[in-house]
C-alpha cells in the first residue's frame, strides 16, 4: 500500500504563508490522484486542491483558488501545497491523499475517491 506523511504545518499570522508537504512511499505506481484535505473543528472534511499525478488538470475549492497552489515532483514522489494569503478560517488539520481510482479527479473534490491518507499537520492562523 501508499504511505503518506505530511510536513510543513505551523502556526502562522493572517496574510503569511506556509508550504505543506507530502512524501509518498510504498507501492505508488498505480496512483491515479493526489490532493490535500483539511478538516476545522465542528466542520466536515473539506477537499482543498487535487491533482492528476500524471497530466496538467488540478481542482480547487472556491475559498482558496488564486491563494494556495498545489505542485508535485513525480521522480521523488511528493506533492505539494504552497499556501500563501492565508487567512484564519483556512485554519484546520490538512490532510494529504491519494488514490487508486480512475474516477477520483471529481467537480466536488469528493474524500470518498481517495483510499489513501495521511496521518495530517496542523495549520493554525491567526488573526
Known amino acids: 500500500q501508499v504511505q503518506l506523511v505530511e510536513s510543513g504545518g505551523g502556526s502562522v499570522q493572517a496574510g503569511g504563508s506556509l508550504r505543506l508537504s507530502c512524501a509518498a512511499s510504498?507501492?505508488?505506481?498505480?496512483?491515479?490522484?493526489m490532493g490535500w484535505f483539511r478538516q476545522a473543528p465542528g466542520k466536515e472534511r473539506e477537499g482543498v486542491a487535487i491533482?492528476?499525478?500524471?497530466?496538467?488538470?488540478?481542482r480547487y475549492t472556491d475559498s482558496v483558488k488564486g491563494r494556495f497552489t498545489v505542485s508535485r515532483d513525480n521522480a521523488q514522489n511528493m506533492v505539494y501545497l504552497q499556501m500563501d494569503s492565508l487567512k484564519p478560517e483556512d485554519t484546520a488539520m490538512y490532510y494529504c491523499?491519494?488514490?487508486?481510482?480512475?474516477?477520483?479527479?471529481?467537480?466536488?473534490?469528493?474524500?470518498?475517491?481517495?483510499?489513501?491518507w495521511g496521518q495530517g499537520t496542523q495549520v493554525t492562523v491567526s488573526s
Open positions: 491533482m492528476y499525478i500524471r497530466g496538467d488538470l488540478t
Open positions: 491523499a491519494a488514490s487508486d481510482r480512475l474516477l477520483c479527479m471529481s467537480n466536488t473534490l469528493a474524500s470518498s475517491r481517495f483510499n489513501y
Open positions: 510504498g507501492y505508488t505506481g498505480s496512483t491515479v490522484c
